[in-house]
């Protein structure tokens, strides 16, 4: 059984700084491509950022130069590395995986089986 689980998220001032992770069982870590999304109250589902089987990483444009993804496969570890947050990334954040590449599709919440939790990211002005 697949199973993903968030941790890391919390309240900070907008410049500050967070760092998420997610921890994954129950599959091949590195044969699933792995993605952060996030929902605002009222607002859709959407996709932060994802990383491939390679480790080749896509962006939002929104988080871009700010937000890091990376993986540890021997780990199963997915982190999102959050610097200079501000206010509009307030969110929940989740998880998401889905076996194997994510291709250019990755911002398409529809094809991921698989989310954790989330975890709340609060940025004050």
């Known amino acids: 059984q697949v199973q993903l689980v968030e941790s890391g998220g919390g309240s900070v001032q907008a410049g500050g700084s967070l760092r998420l992770s997610c921890v994954g069982s129950g599959y091949t870590y590195s044969t699933y491509c792995m993605a952060w999304f996030r929902q605002a109250p009222g607002k859709e589902r959407e996709g932060v950022a994802s990383i491939d089987l390679d480790g080749s990483p896509k962006y939002t444009d929104s988080v871009k130069g700010r937000f890091t993804i990376s993986k540890e496969n021997a780990k199963n570890t997915l982190y999102l590395q959050m610097n200079t947050l501000k206010p509009e990334d307030t969110a929940m954040y989740y998880c998401?995986?889905?076996?194997?590449?994510?291709?250019?599709?990755?911002?398409?919440?529809?094809?991921?089986?698989?989310w954790g939790q989330g975890t709340q990211v609060t940025v004050s002005s």
């Open positions: 998401a995986a889905r076996y194997y590449w994510c291709g250019g599709g990755w911002s398409n919440r529809l094809a991921y089986t698989h």
